[in-house]
């Protein structure tokens, strides 16, 4: 499979510009014997021309992918027309509960900082806790190095301290015009101190120095139903108070239709393998849950709900 991430980035409705990629495109397909050419532009599921376009010049679609079908999130979660504002301004715009929890933070002492790779083993492990937690896929310490140096002081890396203990992380990029928040890691430790929601807040003040006009949250479920497991990251990012941006899904131009076919295959056989997981998963958490004495009961957040639902993953 030959991808292009987010890409091409060009004029999409300028047919010979796109003709011209295409052409380059079936050159390395054949040099690499490559069955497929990928690409998911960040182009709305609304903008029929461009979608349109895709189709003239021979790609396929598949239009209303779940989340577990496309490599990149359809859903991203965004902070629009930030520049030129204030931080006040900013702040302002989110809920009650997330302005109270960045306060939370702050009070706390939680100390968020911008690291270079000196802060890598500690990011890595937060990493590698989320990872197991939320089964997610882990990165090693060398590819998060490589992003450092690959996009230099466009990449930062923050990390949140909470009297000396690392207890969240995150990678953000920021470029032509955007910030965004592109890797996330937490312990459930101290989650009471609200590390997210201030390392959220001092990334957002980064793209407001930056002069950016969005701060991209990324990743959102498709689906926002309070049952689906991603609803938690959902709820988070809402608190901030941006809008849902739903992108029109993955394109394939396809060079070697037999081979396309089994690899799909495969790739539906892998993804029901780790639906399957998560499933066994939630199963097993929900029987250990029944298991064990009840909780007793712990103050309530001004609106009625525990600090640790509100965290964000």
Known sequence: MLYSPRGPVCDYLDKGVMQVLLSGIRELAQKHRGIFF??????EETDRPVIDAFRSLGYQIKEGCSESETVQRRYNYILPDIQGKTPEEVIASFSQKTRYNIRVAKRHNVECRVCG???LDDFVMLSRITAERDNFTDRSKEYYAKMLDAFGENMRLYLCYYEGVPLSGAMCCQYAGKTNY????SDSKYRNVMPNYLMQWEMIGWALEGGCYIYDFLGIPVNCDPDSPMYGVYRFKKGFNGRAVGYAGEFDYIFRPAMHRLFTMAQEGRRHYYDFRRWLRSRQEERSTA????PAEKPAA???ESHQQQEGK
């Open 38 to 43: 990928k690409c998911d532009p960040m182009v």
């Open 117 to 119: 790779k000196e802060g």
């Open 182 to 185: 592109i890797f996330g890691a």
């Open 291 to 294: 298991q064990k004495p009840a």
């Open 302 to 304: 001004p609106d009625g």
